[in-house]
């Protein structure tokens, strides 16, 4: 069978032989096994749905297997045999050209070279879901080969409930992911709830379809690490021989030391398992590797006299790095830490003094003695990075909770009032007030040719767009445009794109309409391929999260979620192409909602009204919570966007004065 024929025979009418599981593979961790016999027997039940009764004896055993190795029923036995990866879209059987953009986006969360456990439809952070299941993929393929414009596919957790009349206007497809009754949002229910094959952690580009590979998180992690340098350098002072000191070689956090390169310092950056460390290193993305604590500390002394730019990796604990930095008087001008601490218990921190395998063994026999340990080094890890502030480091959290597991660990990062962290988050400091309260966030698209001239010229129109606009820019937002732009001038030559031809773009909201408006004239005129536009959810409005996107809000908001909910919904009758809303995303299960959309341009008019009303609401509903919060910048710009669009009507708040607020009694 061809491709045109595999996909729109959904699931096929002759039961495919099983297979094993290529051993090559990059499988996702074994989950915990949480159901009871009955669950169990809930969860066969609940996989043969989309099986005729004739293949029901020989998959249940099969399933059930399954659950018994891997925790989870992925049916590898339908993975299609064709290879998986964001084809030109002229090449998917559909009758809706919206529909065939979606099947590429899906596709290259898919593609071995994208996905980080592909077998298992994970695309990253390990739990990162597209499907929860290769049925659920072959039937959403299906209904998007069939679909006609005026239908929508609604997707809960990677199941396709079906194909819906609707309209022109409406979202092809709209996608939510682990969306769960308030209550029922502890981790221990995303185990259970996924085992059971009724809903899955989409994370945020994952479930959605709009994962571009690294290069998202280069550009995000670049423009972290030079804003941070901007806050603790003086005037006239550079990043070159100052160090940032951090954690994690893994999918985002490999970003770290490309991104130090990119602004100019000396990046050590601590790695327990020596396969990452040697993976990153092979690929460029960290120039040199050591595994001894006397060598780092030779290296970084040698690197800071000729104030070199250079990243290094040390295969180790990161507290010992701390530890040692300190003993060794190196003073250490940044410091964060990029370890998945959002999923503590399970292998995401590893203890100090224990080894790598040795953790495992006891994450897998003795789960509490393995918290316990995972807390000792959180405390240790806290005091240690407590001992270099004091002496002038300014550390920052990287969304990845560590300020949160080191409190609830004891450590001692509580500030003062025993309410806040002793220090901020990327967002509180930098990303919120310089880029997400002005609007700039990270815009993407994908060009659905899937030819790299395309993508050239579009890195062209997106230059000369900024260009011009940087032009007439107040000068709040000068230093913001200006790192844009020097980032699309290089985006070719850093040599980012792995799987579609996709580039990322911080950009507010008059970047981001004037860009796209731009791009749909070229299509008009002939001159590129259709283009899909997105942005990953880490943005402007599309996601809460108290701990990371919306932890520069302070009016006590920050615990709500209204603000993403509106984005999906408002996003989806401006004319998204599809949106998703999810449950869950980097910081954890029920620490976040999270949405985004993409909106294929095929350059018709219809696609500039839509591009237009959508961009414009996209970033400023966000824009518009975070002025209403009292943030200063957002106020700015939010006043700006209302002088720029006279229809847009924002309610503005009134500040009042500390002092007669101090002078009441409660
Ligand atoms: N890069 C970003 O823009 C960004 C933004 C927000 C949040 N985050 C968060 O950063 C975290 C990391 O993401 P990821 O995709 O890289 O995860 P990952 O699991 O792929 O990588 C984390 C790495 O840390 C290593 N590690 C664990 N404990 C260690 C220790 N004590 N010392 C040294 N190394 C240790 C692991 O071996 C692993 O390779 C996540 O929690 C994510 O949500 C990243």
Redesign the pocket.
Known sequence: MNFHEQIKQGIPSVLPEAKPYPADANRAPKRKDILSSDEKQLAVRNALRYFPKEWHQELAVEFAQELKDFGRIYMYRFKPTYYMTARPITDYPAKSQQAAAIMLMVDNNLDPAVA?HPEELIT???NGAVFQNWAQYLLAMKYLSEMENDQTLHLYSGHPMGLFPSSVDAPRVVVTNGMMIPNYSQPDDWEKFNALGVTQYGQMTAGSFMYIGPQG?VH??TI?VMNAFRKVLNKGENSQGKIFLT??????????PKAGNIAKCITVC????AN?ATKRHQQGWVDELIDNMDDLVARVRQAQANEEVVSIAYI????NVWEAFFEHDIFVHLGSD??????PWS??????DIS?EESNRLIRQEPEVFKEKVQS?LRR?ADAVNKHTARGTYFFD????FLLEASRAGGDVMSENGIDFKYSS?VQDILGPMCFDYGFGPFRWVCASGNPEDLDKTDAIASRVLNKIMRESPEEIQQQMQDNITWIDDAKQNKLVVGSQARILYADAQGRMEIAKAFNDAINSGEIGPVVLGRDH?DVSGTDSPY?ETSNIYDGSRFTADMAIHNVIGDSFRGATWVSIHNGG??GWGEVTNGGFGMLLDGTSAAERRLKSMLLFDVNNGIARRSWARNEEANFAIKREMERTPKLKVTLANVVEDEILNNLSF
């Not at 601590?270 to 398992?273: D, R």
């Not at 180790?316 to 507290?319: E, I, L, Q, T």
Request: aromatic share 10%; proline share 2%; hydrophobic share 30%.
């Open positions: 980080q990253y952070g390990g998180i995000g992690t972290t954690a994690g070689l893994g999918g985002m956090s490999g970003a770290q601590a790695e327990v398992n990452a180790g604990n990161v507290v990029q370890t998945s601490l959002h999923n292998g995401g921190y590893y203890p100090v790598v080094t890890h990287y969304g990845n909770a990327y880490h990371r980097g910081v």
